[in-house]
T-cell receptor, first 110, second 115 residues
Framework: SAVISQKPSRDICQRGTSLTIQCQVD?????MFWYRQQPGQSLTLIAT?????????ESGFVIDKFPISRPNLTFSTLTVSNMSPEDSSIYLC???????FGSGTRLTVV | AQSVTQPDIHITVSEGASLELRCNYS??????LFWYVQSPGQGLQLLLK??????LVQGIKGFEAEFKRSQSSFNLRKPSVHWSDAAEYFC?????????????FGKGTKLTVNP
């Protein structure tokens, strides 16, 4: 299975600022997925990122709030923009085929 | 709509006892099925997965799961629980739809292990 490295592992941010989360995979993958896990909750898919095309967002998530880049087959970034305390969550990236997850980014917005 | 249900929010077992965590799914066709474990402050670790074939699936850490189409279930079992198994367990389902292999997760079952 693919090995996924995610950075940062955790961060505390001021409201109104933005944070970019990086996801690096040790092999080339077609699809990468970004999930959000709110405190005490299950995982919800934010968007699917294909290399060379616009990300596909799930209902309730918009590109202005969660812009995603996918510059090549091993890397993706998720930005959480104009943060509020409600954005405090764990953000995880995942890849298809192997269905493995990165270790997550624990974000606290104060 | 596609959904995954884990009926038990919290289960407590004694160390050495057997364990069964329940999972039911609602999908248009037989989906891919997964069990993940999440320890506090950690990411998700894949325990096992079912795509097709043998309905009894062996995973890591001594876990197994059985797919029952007639019951739309994919229950996770372990014959003897260890204290280190205390964690949150998530059942998930996925299907290749339009080229997207996204997963739908259940709400999770928190496992407490008593000494």
């Amino acid at each position: 299975s693919a090995v996924i490295s995610q950075k940062p592992s955790r961060d505390i941010c001021q409201r109104g600022t933005s944070l970019t989360i990086q996801c690096q995979v040790d092999s080339q993958v077609t699809m990468m997925f970004w999930y959000r896990q709110q405190p005490g909750q299950s995982l919800t898919l934010i968007a699917t990122a294909n290399q060379g095309s616009e990300a596909t967002y799930e209902s309730g998530f918009v590109i202005d709030k969660f812009p995603i880049s996918r510059p090549n087959l091993t890397f993706s970034t998720l930005t959480v923009s104009n943060m509020s305390p409600e954005d405090s969550s764990i953000y995880l990236c995942s890849v298809g085929q192997g269905y493995t997850f990165g270790s997550g980014t624990r974000l606290t917005v104060v | 709509a596609q959904s995954v249900t884990q009926p038990d929010i919290h289960i407590t077992v004694s160390e050495g006892a057997s364990l069964e965590l329940r999972c039911n799914y609602s999908y248009g066709a037989t989906p891919y099925l997964f069990w993940y474990v999440q320890s506090p402050g950690q990411g998700l670790q894949l325990l096992l997965k079912y795509f097709s074939g043998d309905t009894l699936v062996q995973g890591i850490k001594g876990f197994e799961a059985e797919f029952k189409r007639s019951q739309s279930s994919f229950n996770l079992r372990k014959p003897s629980v260890h204290w280190s198994d205390a964690a949150e367990y998530f059942c998930a389902a996925g299907a290749v739809q339009g080229g997207s292999e996204k997963l739908v997760f259940g709400k999770g079952t928190k496992l407490t292990v008593n000494p």
